[in-house]
């Protein structure tokens, strides 16, 4: 059956993205009220360059959330993909992190001692896009015959290989060409016909560089998984859940107060570091493509924002490890601990 893309946002330009991924710094932690002497200090991995999506950390920080909770975030760090994020952070270089949670799974299926506390996006953003005046994706078979960028690494790999494998598309009915970050320029300049892309980030930046897109949302099509969330080690689980429950009360205070104020979140991302003024308007798109899609659920209306279910997870596990993206499947335990967001529902 035909869908019509989902996603048809406007954008600021390519250059934005650049800007993003020229960016390099962190953000320290100068901003909001101050914590006590004795407070935890801690660092945050991110996936990538900033984008909306991680502005309740932002916005957790400057507005205090952090500090009310005892902790100093020391640095917030960009990252390169999920799958080096997961390994920084299962190996100590960061304290929590932020990851696709499918990819997630796959690291802890490598031995990764990571596990999610809370996603962030309830459902996937991730999708596949086109030029809507050159090709029309109404199913993944209209991927057949087609030139794809692929990074063979990182959470927009996992879905690809999931993507095709749920739908019985062999990849070789696809010219499949790898590419460097920022990948989606390759569609911009027809080098490629289609590429992977999060809806809540590289959308709002092709819709006008490339024009109208057409958008086949993994969701629709197999792809049931959550989306980006929040991670930490399962040593700081079992050696420091208070701090782990502390964490994610501020975060999810963050998490709300962005949903609820998006323009002034995306001015308080762009504010974080010289080198992203000037993109609040790309980050208010980005942010409102996930407060009307992905931050909420029915699971979010009944548990609070932030949570999870054994059923999500294990379903994930089972489409990886039958699409053959895992080798060994991890138990739902291993890759999740729902608790601390339940815990403090009430607050």
Sequence with gaps: MS???????????????????ACAGGSGSDAGPSAPPDADHITIQLDYQPRGLHAPLFVAQQQGFFAAEGIVVDDILTGTSSGDTLRLVGQGQGDFGVSDLPTLVVARSQEVPVKAILATN???????????????????????????????SGSTYVF????LAANDIDPSALTELTVNPPYESYLVTDQVDTVPCYTDAEVPILQKSAGDLSILMGSDFGYDTYGTGIFTTDKMIQENPDLVQRFTNAYLKGLQYTIDNPAEAAKTLADSNAQL??????????????IDNTFTSADTEANGLGSMDDTTWQKTIDLLFGQGVISTEPAVTDVQDPTFVTADKDD
């Design 277 to 290: 003024a000037g993109n609040e308007a790309l980050y208010e798109q980005q942010l409102q493509a996930d």
């Design 122 to 152: 309830q459902s996937s953003p991730l999708a596949m896009c086109a030029k809507a005046d050159k090709h029309t994706l109404n199913s993944p078979k209209d991927l057949e015959g087609l030139k794809v960028g692929v990074q063979s």
């Design 3 to 21: 869908r019509a893309p989902r996603f048809i946002l406007a954008a600021t330009s390519l250059a934005a993205l650049a800007a993003l991924t």
């Design 160 to 163: 690809y290989k999931a993507l």
